[in-house]
Every structure is written in C-alpha cells, then in structure tokens.
C-alpha cells in the first residue's frame, strides 16, 4: 500500500504526524508485523458518506465537490487510517456528454436515489473474436464505441467508408478543403462540440481529484490507491461479452476466448502501471467479478482465470506496485490458488471467505482486509458488529496482518452507529 504517495502534482508536503503513524500502521499490517493497534479503513466507499448527510446519489454523482467533502468529513467522523479513494464512484457529467449506454445512474436512466448500474451486455458478439484479434483498436474505435455511446455513434458510419487517400490529400491545396468537407459535416461538429465538452468536465474533475487527496493527505489521512484495474476474464466478460456470453464462450469457443485473454493480459498490467506512474501511488484497486464460485467451476477457474489473474499480481509486483485485489463473492474454493503467490506483496481484501481457513492458508502470505458482512452493517447492531471485529481479530491479529473494513466497503445503506463500531471495536480489541 501506498500511503505516503500521492497525485504527481503534489509537490510539496510535509507529512504530520498522524500522516505518519496511519502510515506506518499500515505499512506494518502490509508487511505481516504488528503495528500499535489494527488499522481500520473503507477500500471503497460509494453513496454512504453523502447518504447519511441527505445529499441524493444523483446530487453525489453531478455535485462532486459536495460529495469529496462528505468522504472527507466521514475520514474524520470515523478516525479511519485511509481517506476514501476517488475511482470507485465516477462524475455523471462525462458520461452524460458521451451518452454511455454501458452504465445507468442517477439522473441518468435511473432515479436520484439508486446506485449506478452496470448494463450487462454482448457489445462484442462471438463471431467478432476474430475481428477483434486482428486489430484491436480499429476494433474498438469503429465497432464498440459506437455501440457503448451514443455520442460515438458518428464513427459507426465513418468506418463504412472507403479510405481516402490521405498522401494524395497531404498538400496545402487539398488538406484544408478535404478536412472541411469532412469535419463540417452537422454529426461531426455535434460530436467534435461534445468532445470539447468531455475534455473541460475532464479537467474540471481531475483538478478536484487532486485537490481532494493532496488536502487529505495534509489532514494526515494516506490514499490507499489510485489505479484501478481488472483481470483479463473480466475486462472481455464486463465490457465486451457479457456474463452470458463468455460463460458460454468457456464451451463454444474457448481457444479465441483464450486467445483474447492472452491479448489482453499484458495491456491490463501495462496500462495500470502506466496510471500509476502518473499518480505516484503504489497501490493498484483490482474489483474481481467472474472468478468466485458460483460463476465457475474450478476446472475452469484454473484454465480461463487464474492464469491471467496471477500474471496480472505478478506483473504489478514487478514494477514494484502493490496489488490490493477485492475478491468479490466465495474465494474459500481458491485460497489453494492463492498461496503461491509471494509473501508480503498483496493486501487480500475478502467479501466471503471462511476466515479460519484463509488464515490457515494466507496468514503468512498477505494481509487479510475486510470482511465485515455488508448484511450486518445494514441491519445489525454496534454490539454485534464489535462481537464480528474481534472474531477477526482473534483470527487474524497474532501476526499483525489486518485491517479492519466491511465486506465490500462500506455500504450506502450501512447504519451510522454500525461505521462508528468498527473504529471503536478496534480501539477496545485491537490495541496491541
């Protein structure tokens, strides 16, 4: 974890002392050592800071100067020992401007109080892996684009053009006339209107970012990372296939399925890399969707799944990062998978798992975070939430890896005094 790092415009900070000692907390947690107490942070946080203040989710999506001061006041309502990362919940307005189909929100296809919805989809059909093979970004330029955005939707009929001939046109007597006739076309000039649009409401938002977590930094809360990214079963089953289609892909088609995983492995470490390079963070978000059981047999969890996984942790070892993977749904099938990863080089946060087995399995591998049950939070009491904290810690704290959290972050719907317990169960269970 990464938590003396920061965006790469912060150039000058002079850590307090609480920067230091969340820090060193964690630090010590990541690296198996007991530190003073167990540490205890969201790994993402979504509607709940806004909820509880009366700010609606579409206010939260479209206001997000007002929802970055939510997260900001609940760090320091909840004394946690990371501020809430930026990435999991995104802007409404760019994606308003490019009119994405691929997601619904607030005030976007849904009504002001719902979360944001995934649209699951066959962007891509299986007859198009081919296509897609052969070339990747012409693939995605004038197929998906245009099918995931509405805006986008202009460089559907461009790609049925023939190709003009573009040396030909190179020349001061053509050029200005070809990319006239062509640019003052009425969709082109919408399109190019709303891409000036997407770059000022990009700027505006990454400013915000920046100032966001270099002020937390300054009130001494680290950022327990900035790049996000997927497995590569995942990026072709969310984005292009579909659930549908790429468990039906396992069975049809699987040497293009895992010719695409293949394609795709490399371009999910490099590109992560590449953002966290840019953030200074080390710490790498990795939300897992298809390999849990229940999606996958473990025949098939260990041809089409773990290897790309693995290679993915690998990779962002490598550089030097630290991969902090959410294993989404029941991982008690794959904890066997997971112990030949190195020591010392993961934060594993968990949603289902049986704790004494991952202890048994892990406890020397990597940290364990998490894995209050969202259910419990919801509607449960601060007793039993404090009875939950200390059966982790009982479990997990010999050795100092843990940190304390909710399952799957803290849910929108999660009781006020149920966020408070888990800071307090900390204080009355895990001093060391």
Known sequence: MSGANSQNEVLDFN???????????????????????VPVAPLVVHYYPTRIRGISNKEAMYNTESTVQAWKEAAIQHNWDCAAPFGPLRPARPLEILGMKQIKWPGGGLPDDQPFQWVEGEYMVAEEY??????????????????????????????????????????????????????????????????????EAHLREKALRIRYTQEMMNLGFPVSFAAITFPAFDWISDAFRGMRGSMLDMYRVPEKLLAAIELFTPLTIGGCIMAAEQTQNRGVFIPMHRGAAGFMSDKQFAKFYWPCFKALLLGLIDAGLTPIPLFEGNYTPRLEYLKELPPKKIIGHFDQVDRKKAKNLLGDIMCFWGNVPASLMCTGTPRQIKEDVKELIDIFGDNGGLIIDCSMGIPDEAKPENVQALTEAVYEYGVY
Request: avoid cysteine; glycine fraction near 4%; hydrophobic fraction near 45%.
């Open 130 to 199: 081919d296509e897609m093979l052969a070339d990747p970004n012409g693939f995605a330029v004038k197929k998906l684009w245009p099918r995931i955005s509405d805006t986008l939707g202009p460089l559907s009929a461009m790609s049925e053009m023939p190709s003009p001939p573009l040396l030909f046109l190179s020349n001061a007597y053509s050029l200005p006339e070809f990319l006239g006739d062509v640019l003052s076309q009425p969709s082109l000039m919408e399109l190019l209107k709303k891409m000036l649009a997407l770059a």
């Open 15 to 37: 850590p307090l002392p609480e920067f230091l000692a969340r820090k060193k907390r964690l630090d010590d947690a990541f690296n198996l050592r007991k530190p003073d107490r």
